[in-house]
């Protein structure tokens, strides 16, 4: 069984004031092992979308009525051939499928965040587990520089 090379968490209240610390946090993270490993600026800047689009979610969507006390953890998994980004949250469960995608040429409101996520990452995943928690897994598979 493959063992990840490299693995990082944080823990942080739920408000929109701390994005500023994930990202930084991720950005570190990934400027000491991905760029190593030959991940390009442009895939680390899309990867830091994605996760600042999870952490947001959460805190706008899932902690909506939550108090701002409620943690959100953050884990990041490196693996010699992809990064996996978990991001937990104390929501109620959605479903993801309700989500319609916004159509070309016209505006709605909502569904945009979903959208974006699954078109930077090469796997998005919603899970509700059983201690009541919500994983949002964004997977990104390394394939060199065309990625």
């Not at 990934?30 to 947001?56: D, H, I, M, P």
């Not at 943690?71 to 499928?97: A, H, Q």
């Amino acid at each position: 069984m493959l063992s990840a090379v490299q693995q990082g968490h944080l823990t942080v209240k739920s408000d929109l004031r701390l994005l500023n610390q994930v990202q930084q946090w991720f950005e570190k993270f990934c400027l000491e092992y991905l760029a190593q490993l030959g991940w390009s600026e442009s895939q680390l800047y899309r990867l830091n979308l994605a996760l600042a689009e999870g952490f947001t979610n959460a805190v706008r969507h899932a902690h909506r009525s939550l108090p701002p006390e409620t943690t959100i953890d953050i884990e990041v998994t490196l693996w010699f051939d992809r990064i996996e980004m978990r991001i937990w949250d104390y929501g109620s469960p959605f479903n993801p499928d309700e989500i319609s995608e916004p159509q070309p040429g016209t505006l709605q409101i909502g569904g945009y965040g979903w959208f974006l996520l699954r078109r930077l990452g090469d796997r998005v995943v919603y899970e509700r587990n059983a201690d009541s928690r919500n994983c949002l897994l964004i997977v990104k598979y390394f394939l060199g520089e065309s990625n």
